[in-house]
Nanobody, 125 residues
């Protein structure tokens, strides 16, 4: 089993940056693909980035490509989401999730086995 804890959220002005962290428990962390999702009130949950177990592959949708970068440090059991050039529409609760299946899509929330509680990001205009 994997437990995930997010941190790093907060209030930032438009154009600013934040780095979110997703810290995991469990010795098998390096065997899980990790995804970052966000959900704003009244909107559907959406993927913003995914990373393979070794970190060799990343998956970033066009909606945030060029602004968001995902990375991981398996020695620290942590995945990072670097968010630059933030916009008010990036305001949401950001949640990380872990998936064990290598074949399951990073873009579908149903692919994931474990979820964190999330960290709130608020971007002011």
């Amino acid at each position: 089993q994997v437990q995930l804890v997010e941190s790093g959220g907060g209030l930032v002005q438009a154009g600013g940056s934040l780095r979110l962290s997703c810290a995991a428990s469990g010795r098998t962390f390096s065997s899980y693909g990790i995804g970052w999702f966000r959900q704003a009130p009244g909107k559907e949950r959406a993927i913003v980035a995914g990373i393979s177990p070794t970190g060799s592959s990343t998956y970033v949708p066009d909606s945030v490509k060029g602004r968001f970068t995902i990375s991981r440090d398996n020695a620290k059991n942590t995945v990072y989401l670097q968010m630059n050039s933030l916009k008010p529409e990036d305001t949401a609760n950001y949640v990380c999730a872990a998936k064990s299946s290598a074949s399951a899509s990073y873009y579908r929330h149903t692919s994931y086995d474990y979820w964190g509680q999330g960290t709130q990001v608020t971007v002011s205009s």
